[in-house]
């Protein structure tokens, strides 16, 4: 700009180079890997014990960072992906946490580095719901200027909608991948061009929690409200009544000491049966 070296990078890359300042461009690059150097921050969030901003050299794999500096996944549960890049970023799963952090590494999964966020999901984590709670903000997000961005991911969205309540049919995943790379393909921005990300890299890797909830409308994960239903389990049920005295919709019913039942009808799945429950006895199912 005006004839002299400008940066118009972000504070990560000013930070890098007061770095390199004082301690040489050598030092910088004995750290990382060939095509990727020096360090990368990560905002970690999610189901891991220690969340916040770690810095890590570049190499590094995924597992390393979740379970060596993260400490694993909270309750000791089963790790299932990271979603890495920020909303418009891409899944991972749990099958390549070996994965080193290197920028190409991380573009051939189908995710991005981004913006440094990386979000880590358990078993309970529904990747279908994940995708379109990550949709709806991109597509809030698009400024309206491309139609194929503006409207594709509106429709995409729509579709994601139907799946999880229920109303997906076959031709669905077809349908979102067709419009998630004719999206990516068409739009002028950043943002148009990477919001597909979470939808496509889902179905690649979770395509049989997609096939769940369109053929079977079953949620795996138990993650999707209008897919589960909530039943109490006799054999655990002690008849205490604290669920039936909590139920904001009235929908379970029984007397003293006997085992109780719920009206999968009135149950409005709100949840507060479970928490309230000190038997482990009412789960979705």
Known sequence: MWGKPTNIN??????N?????????????????ADSKGTKVFAMAGKVKRSGLVEVPMGITIHDIVFGICGGIVGDKKFKAVQMGGPSGGCVPASLAETPIDYQRINETGAIMGSGGMIVVDETVCMVELA???????????CGKCTSCRIGTLRMLEILENIVSGKGKPSDIDDLIQLGEQIKATSQCGLGQTAPNPVL???????????????DKRCPAHGCAQLVNYIITPDLCTG????????PSQAITGTKKTPHSIDTVKCSKCG??????????INKN
């Open 17 to 33: 180079i007061a770095w390199i300042i004082l301690n040489g461009s050598e030092a910088f690059a004995n750290i990382g890997t």
């Open 132 to 142: 379109r709670f990550f949709l709806e903000f991109t597509q809030k997000e698009s």
């Open 10 to 15: 972000n504070v990560e890359t000013f930070a």
């Open 272 to 281: 507060k049966c479970i928490t309230a429950c000190h038997f482990n006895a």
């Open 201 to 215: 890299t889902t179905i690649r890797y979770f395509r049989e929690e997609y096939d769940a909830h369109i053929q």
């Open 240 to 247: 205490c009544g604290i669920c039936l005295r909590d139920c």
